[in-house]
């Protein structure tokens, strides 16, 4: 298959590309210009893309499918305006200009897979949610909210539209586990807050087979929570990690010191509770590899 992947440098569009490289896809990697101009390819192939204007270089187009993972970071900085303008630009309107360049096409891929992420939940608490949940009302929910929305579009012209809501994915490369190795590796580590919230986590590995299912199967459509079956609280994935690390989870943080120092962003990301459930991934009988937190980061761990 020929593939269009939007985010290609990221944590998810990094190990994706090389995977479909693997499987024999022809992978094409849409590349800004500035960022074409810094980056070697290494696997696949870089076409131009101007989301600005909406050029698509030559070789991108009529593609079999469309993978968009393209969104500057949540955790990359206070939640300024200017940062949350950032944030919706990056997603609402990337995937916006790209779903009208598929439009623009003669030959339309089959397939958009579209990134999001559970964040559109909001602050749940104990509540099971799954794909058929109603959204929330804070920031991230919103965002989410308008990111799906644009991509959908994507069904008018016939293309099937998978909405990927991603949990908390676990890697050493990058993410929300690199982030915290560092402190629980020194003794530091220790549950956020109350450490009541709810984490849904799910592990790299997980996606990338999760998003090729996606790719190749038709019955996969709408919303997917990419979510592993056993969410737990943030103290037991601290105990946890603590344990898989031979360290202590002796050094809480307090609500209080979080928002001084993350501002609205720490209630959103760190200490905002959403327990997730692969509803829809369970009855396409998708079969995870991690499906346990311990054996999980066992896994992680050991290949660093």
Request: aromatic letters at 6%.
């Amino acid at each position: 298959m020929k593939i269009l992947v939007t985010g290609s440098s990221g944590l998810i569009g990094t190990a994706l590309v090389k995977a479909l490289g693997r499987d024999g896809h022809m992978v094409y990697r849409l590349m800004r210009p500035e960022s074409a101009a810094n980056n070697e390819v290494k696997d696949g192939f870089n076409v131009a893309w101007n989301p600005a204007t909406g050029e698509l270089g030559g070789a991108g187009v009529g593609p079999d499918a469309v993978v968009n993972l393209a969104g500057a970071s949540i955790a990359g900085g206070r939640w300024t305006a200017e940062r949350k303008a950032v944030l919706r630009a990056s997603r609402i309107d990337t995937t916006r200009a790209l779903v009208e360049a598929l439009a623009k096409m003669n030959v339309r891929p089959s397939v958009l897979v579209s990134a999001s992420a559970i964040g559109i939940y909001g602050n749940r608490g104990d509540e099971l949610l799954t794909e058929e949940s109603k959204a929330g009302t804070d920031f991230l929910a919103g965002l989410a909210q308008e990111w799906e929305a644009e991509a959908l579009k994507a069904e008018a012209l016939g293309i099937r539209v998978v909405l990927a809501r991603f949990g908390i994915i676990l890697s050493r490369e990058g993410g929300a586990l690199a982030k915290m190795l560092l402190p629980f590796k020194l003794g530091a580590g220790g549950r956020l807050g109350p450490g009541q919230q709810w984490m849904s986590w799910v592990t790299l590995e997980d996606v990338v087979a999760i998003l090729r299912m996606a790719i190749e199967k038709a019955a996969v459509r709408g919303a997917v929570n990419v979510v592993a079956p056993q969410p737990v609280k943030n103290a037991e994935f601290t105990k946890v990690l603590a344990k898989a690390l031979h360290r202590p989870a002796l050094f809480p943080a307090p609500e209080f010191a979080l928002r001084l120092a993350l501002g609205e962003m720490a209630d959103a990301l760190l200490l905002s509770s959403q327990r997730v459930a692969p509803q829809k991934l369970q009855q396409l009988g998708y079969s995870f590899l991690h499906p346990e937190l311990p054996a999980a980061l066992s896994t992680i761990l050991q290949k660093g």
